[in-house]
Nanobody
């Protein structure tokens, strides 16, 4: 059984920083691409950032220069470092992992809420 769990969400002032963590646990053969997505009320879920197992990253235009997504393969964990948080950033942030376990599947975490106060 594979589990994906996010942590680190909460309330932050505009212009502040937060770091989210996403840990994949369970019996896995390999973890391929991991991604952070977000969904604000009334909006579709959108990709924020993604990182391959080799460390290649891509970011949504709206977060380039503000967010980074490092990854620690030894801990099966990816992070989302969010700086200069803005009023358009509040959402539920979800982690996604492309995992080879018994078979290759996509796994989602339950999400973590980010709130930005002005």
């Amino acid at each position: 059984q594979v589990h994906v769990v996010e942590s680190g969400g909460g309330l932050v002032q505009a212009g502040g920083s937060l770091r989210l963590s996403c840990e994949v646990s369970g019996t896995t053969y390999s973890i391929n691409t991991m991604g952070w997505y977000r969904q604000a009320p009334g909006k579709q879920r959108e990709l924020v950032a993604a990182i391959t197992s080799a460390g290649s990253t891509n970011y949504a235009d709206s977060v380039k220069g503000r967010f980074t997504m490092p990854r620690d393969n030894s801990k099966n964990t990816a992070y989302l470092q969010m700086n200069s948080l803005a009023p358009e950033d509040p959402a539920v942030y979800y982690c996604n992992a492309d995992v080879w376990a018994v078979s290759r599947d996509d796994y989602w975490g339950p999400g973590t809420q980010i709130t930005v106060s002005s």
